[in-house]
């Protein structure tokens, strides 16, 4: 694609005249033509260069109370003035300076926003760490990334206790926690000087997210300026889009507020500290997820934004009367994992169609959704994730390298500024998932006829039986409308004749039970014999990762260490 060809956005958005003060010239979502690293892009003209923009738009909420954590209240003048001593001391007492990694590994704390915000002022990367990691894990993670400084709490210093320490690393223990040197003492000293703060550069590295690392090592994907600005732009303009095109009355006016029920390492916690000066949003952190804890904020904090992976938009849902409890929400994101298509449609009939429903797809390297599904389209394609976004161009492959056709399965392609620079310190990696500009994602998908992407696994959990291709999501979408299944992930198991069998992990709901053949004939009203469950195994709760994503290599690890919890056809 030419400088000049990277102009050219999907019809969908182009021919739609609704859009033109929107999208056209002058609009606040225009495009333009851009090269990076000789990859010719589509970028916005208008939005914030870079997240300092953005920090800098903080002082406009200034009163306004930016993070709730139990009996804890913090405005963004106090978060901003904590986030500007911390950087004076990162810079003046220990060095860091452009371009070094700034670790923060701990639960779900005030102190989070803060130390991204350090970093970021200082030219530093802040670098999350998943906080469910044990000692080895964190250790690793900490010399990979060379860290100069980590911020952690009590739990991940004691993890930290046994392994060995890299070299020039200082520990800063928050609240109370027995690090180096505490965290209250660097939040309340003089300001970073306005003339000290790093300006960075629009394709600089501001953070630097460790993939989840279900298979091998996980890997610091680098994500730059231009990445996250470009997100939070494209999140913009897909609320602004949908609520044009549905024509849905505005809500009363309020301070956006949205539930932080994801760990803050994720990439949608790092999208939601970056992009909540912008709009003045209240963070409400919970310390770790309790359904009854999680309305009654709702209730109390007045969240308009209150969504989550399927497990936990589904306990939602579930729970009588969730509906009747009048909470004032606005938006309900649901995502981070397949959504079977039944939420959506129920999550309408619980709150109304007030609510503005909201799926996508993305990974921690294109810097969340390069594909949103937004409202009334959600609901009409409950099986899709969604249009590619204004900047994002999207292409399925075959194993050869060659562009599929409408409708064909194959490997999910994206090109956008949203795509990361690659893997630190990873070139082997690095040079195997971004080539000529385009990030080969692993997924398998398809995009249909009017430019509809849907995802029908990972290229990893395909079941190969008889030769047959089986994707995982199709079988598991179909299982989760049986009344019995409260839960399910499908997976695989060994076979000699045909290779594998599909097999049924399943938690029922409470007082029912259900039978393979049962469970075999309701699939085979819906899908071909050869998808159909050929062994089931019901357990009490499925293996999660620390994003809240059914661990299906956990379920395998077990399937193979205890054979004998196999029911086969």
């Excluded at 102190?111 to 469910?132: D, F, H, K, Q, R």
């Excluded at 009048?326 to 079977?340: E, S, T, Y």
């Excluded at 598991?476 to 049986?482: C, D, K, S």
């Amino acid at each position: 694609m030419t400088i000049e060809d990277a102009t050219e956005i999907a019809a969908v958005y182009r021919d739609d005249t609704r859009l033109a003060p929107l999208i056209g010239e002058g609009g606040m979502f225009e495009v333009e033509p851009v090269e990076v690293d000789g990859i010719a892009l589509r970028d916005f003209v208008r939005s914030p260069r870079t997240v300092l923009d953005i920090f800098d738009m903080g002082p406009n909420h200034a009163e306004l109370v930016h993070v709730v954590y139990q009996d804890e209240r913090h405005t963004f003048a106090e978060v901003r003035g904590r986030a500007l001593s911390l950087a004076g001391e990162l810079q003046g007492t220990f060095g860091v300076q452009r371009g070094d990694r700034v670790a923060l590994c701990m639960r779900n704390l005030p102190e989070y926003p803060v130390v991204v915000w350090a970093a970021a002022l200082c030219g530093a990367i802040a670098t999350p760490m998943n906080s469910w990691w044990v000692g080895p894990e964190l250790a690793y993670a900490l010399d990979d990334a060379a860290a100069k400084v980590a911020v952690l709490d009590g739990e991940r210093i004691d993890q930290l206790a046994d392994q060995p320490r890299p070299d020039g690393l200082t520990v800063v223990g928050v609240r109370g926690a027995d690090g180096d040197v505490p965290f209250e003492e660097l939040v309340t000293g003089s300001p970073l000087a306005d003339d000290a703060v790093v300006r960075p550069g629009r394709d600089d590295v501001i953070a630097m997210l460790y993939t989840s690392g279900t298979t091998g090592r996980p890997k610091g994907a680098l994500l730059t300026n231009r990445g996250m600005t470009a997100n939070i732009w494209n999140m913009a303009f897909a609320n602004l889009r949908e609520a044009l095109i549905s024509q849905r009355p505005p809500a009363p006016p309020r301070q956006p507020a949205s539930l932080s029920v994801g760990p803050l390492f994720h990439i949608g916690g790092m999208t939601a500290i970056f992009s909540a000066p912008m709009g003045g949003v209240k963070l409400v952190v919970m310390h770790k997820w309790e359904l009854e804890e999680s309305l009654r904020l709702a209730q109390t904090e007045q969240i308009t934004q209150f969504g989550g992976v399927p497990t936990i938009v589904r306990q939602v849902l579930d729970r009588s009367g969730a509906g009747a409890l009048d909470l004032p929400i606005q938006g309900f994101p649901m995502g981070g994992a397949a959504v079977p298509p039944d939420l959506p449609l129920r999550a309408v009939e619980e709150f109304g169609e007030r609510i503005q429903l909201l799926n996508g797809y993305g990974l921690t390297e294109t810097t969340s959704a390069i594909a949103t599904n937004v409202g009334a389209e959600f609901l009409a394609h409950p099986d899709s994730v969604g249009r590619a976004n204004l900047t994002a161009d999207i292409e399925v492959v075959g194993p050869d390298g060659s562009v599929l056709g409408t409708g064909e399965v194959g490997e999910i392609c994206v090109r956008s500024p949203q795509v990361c620079k690659g893997y630190w310190n990873d070139p082997v990696a690095t040079a195997a998932a971004f080539v000529d500009g385009w990030f080969h994602s692993g997924d398998l998908g398809y995009l249909d006829d009017e430019g509809f992407l849907r995802v029908v696994d990972r290229l990893k959990d395909v079941v190969i039986r008889g030769g047959e291709n089986v994707y995982c999501a199709e079988v598991e979408a179909v299982l989760f409308e049986h009344p019995a299944v409260a839960s399910v992930s499908v997976v695989g198991v060994p076979e000699e004749e045909m290779g594998e069998r599909v097999c049924a992990v399943v938690v029922l709901r409470q007082g029912m039970e259900v039978d393979l053949p049962g469970l075999r004939r309701f699939a085979l009203e819906r899908l071909a014999a050869f998808k159909a469950p050929e062994a089931l195994v019901v357990v009490g709760e499925l293996p999660e990762t620390a994003t809240g994503k059914i661990d299906k290599k956990a379920i395998r690890g077990s399937l193979r260490s205890e054979p004998g919890m196999v029911t086969l056809w």
